[in-house]
């Protein structure tokens, strides 16, 4: 009797571990009051449901586990499973990555919904494979900028001149230069210090970025307008993911495909709510007219379209081509 209390004992021992056969364990580098660590906490419940608890998604915010610019070699290289960056962080490896960032380019949702899966997206995941990764999914997180200042708002060009400004990265400050300002590139987690500091007098962001990170609070002005889209995509080792039984493949692959699509409407209702929370806070916020964005458009669209095709010439125009369908 007491040998089969102890095999029963240690059967009951054995099923947890049996149950969770893969872990995931996914790096990125926003905070967890970010609308993108909800989209990914989503994911990780839709994976467990999918896959009965065989594959667990652990996830790890704001650089915990590694820096943002570690996070691409450290999932090559195996030390990790999957990880999330945003598009402009490929910089000059992938300047293709910067199409959605030019200025006033590509900002209609129904254009948005269409990207994941689409000829252009297929582009940029064979761009991110020739890298030693494989993407797995488009998270949308913006298509609503929100540049933030302290002493006056910025609402005409004129008002850019000699700012000092939190770029995105050498493509896209060329907008900023264009309108007279001064970039100065600086990681999300670094920009609130700056500010508060006066190391730089105006920051960019998204706006579901600028309450999450409380720029209300060293910010009393925000101009918001449509400039920019912006993706985290989340990609995985692609020796791990092959690895995997077929079934979990198709599971992650499915949720990954929901969770793309529940990005528009987390990131949508995101929006609309951080402009209200901002304003709650004091900010004072200044809506774009479509006059005003016709202004900013005409200033900013062009230099920075003719410094991306110069920067991808070999398939930037195709993949001008391709957005241009959506």
Do not use: C
């Amino acid at each position: 009797m007491l040998k089969l209390f102890a095999a029963i004992a240690a059967l009951a021992l054995a099923l947890p571990a049996a149950a969770q056969e893969v872990t995931m364990r996914i790096s990125h580098q926003v905070p967890t009051a970010h609308h993108l660590h909800k989209m990914l906490e989503g994911f990780a419940a839709d994976v467990k449901e999918r896959t009965k608890g065989q594959v667990a998604v652990q996830i790890f915010p704001a650089e915990q586990l590694h820096k943002a610019a570690e996070n691409h070699p450290a999932v090559a290289r195996g030390a990790i499973e999957a990880a999330l960056v945003v598009n402009q962080q490929w910089g000059g490896t992938i300047p293709e990555m910067n199409v959605v960032v030019i200025p006033y380019y590509f900002s209609e949702l129904e254009r948005i919904k269409r990207f994941p899966g689409s000829e252009a997206a297929n582009l940029l995941a064979k761009k991110v494979a020739e890298k030693g990764v494989r993407n797995l999914a488009w998270f949308y997180i913006t298509r609503q900028a929100i540049y933030t200042s302290g002493k006056k708002p910025i609402i005409e060009l004129a008002d850019f001149k000699g700012l000092k400004i939190r770029g995105f990265n050498k493509l896209t400050d060329t907008a900023l230069e264009a309108v007279g300002a001064a970039p100065s590139a600086l990681s999300g987690a670094e920009v609130y210090g700056a500010l508060q500091t006066g190391v730089l007098d105006a920051g960019l962001t998204d706006i579901s970025a600028a309450y999450s990170r409380r720029y209300y609070e060293v910010q009393k002005f925000g101009t918001v307008t449509p400039s920019l889209t912006v993706y985290f995509h989340m990609f995985v080792n692609p020796a791990w993911f092959d690895k995997l039984k077929p079934e979990h493949r198709a599971a992650l692959e499915a949720a990954a495909k929901k969770a793309e699509q529940d990005a528009v409407t987390i990131t949508e209702a995101t929006a609309a709510d951080a402009e209200k929370q901002l304003r709650a806070k004091g900010m004072q916020l200044h809506v774009h007219t479509p006059a005003e964005i016709a202004k900013w458009k005409a200033a900013m669209q062009k230099p920075v379209m003719d410094a991306f095709l110069k920067a991808a010439p070999q398939d930037g125009p195709k993949l001008i081509e391709l957005m241009n369908k959506l």
